[in-house]
Antibody
């Protein structure tokens, strides 16, 4: 059973960057995509981007293009999300999640997020 | 971009009630729709994927239906542990995803 364990809470100054890690254990890492989702206090879930470690290429939500970088290290089964130019509105809990897949012949595969990491609170404050 | 809406945004219900939550997509997404449950301070938990497939370990009182633009999550008999916020998510535009705004279910 795959488990995702994220790094600890961070407090950052406006304008700085934060890098959150997500380490997988108990299953295959490289061939499943990892997505990053954030949740501002009292708000809903917002998808930020994702990566398939075996390919190494990431894709990002338009909102975060140019400010977020998602990477993966297959040797340590760890994915990373780095967000730069932090502002107070970036204060949120950041989650990683494995992207499950069901292949459908001659059609698009189904995808879902399971399991999730425990979340990392990033606080941006001067 | 595909936009997701949910209704209601919140509801109050009693233990044993049948609860229905609706999710609507801004364009047809076939059956590429997932449902999650989130309790305060916890990560979301997958309940339903591909619109109607129950995730392993999830109680059978949860069910999903719909296709195209309109989807429903039903809890057949609400239990105390079901009070939470529920989110739908479209995976039609993979590798991009969109969540609905959530529906909070609390105790009447």
């Amino acid at each position: 059973q795959v488990q995702l364990v994220q790094s600890g809470a961070e407090v950052k100054k406006p304008g700085s960057s934060v890098k959150v890690s997500c380490k997988a254990s108990g299953g295959t890492f490289s061939s499943y995509a990892i997505s990053w989702v954030r949740q501002a206090p009292g708000q809903g879930l917002e998808w930020m981007g994702g990566i398939i470690p075996i390919f190494g290429t990431a894709n990002y939500a338009q909102k975060f293009q140019g400010r977020v970088t998602i990477t993966a290290d297959e040797s340590t089964s760890t994915a990373y999300m780095e967000l730069s130019s932090l502002r107070s509105e970036d204060t949120a809990v950041y989650y990683c999640a494995r992207v499950g897949v069901r292949i459908v012949p001659a059609a698009m595969s189904y995808n879902w997020f399971d399991p999730w990491g425990q979340g990392t609170l990033v606080t941006v404050s001067s | 971009d595909i936009q997701m809406t949910q209704s209601p945004s919140s509801l109050s219900a009693s233990v044993g009630d049948r609860v229905t939550i609706t999710c609507r997509a801004s364009q047809s997404i076939s059956s590429y729709l997932n449902w999650y449950q989130q309790k305060p301070g916890k990560a979301p938990k997958l309940l339903i994927y591909a619109a109607s497939s129950l995730q392993s370990g999830v109680p059978s009182r949860f069910s999903g239906s719909g296709s195209g633009t309109d989807f429903t999550l039903t809890i057949s008999s609400l239990q105390p542990e079901d009070f939470a916020t529920y989110y739908c998510q479209q995976s039609y535009s993979t590798p991009s995803f969109t969540f609905g705004p959530g529906t909070k279910v609390d105790i009447k």
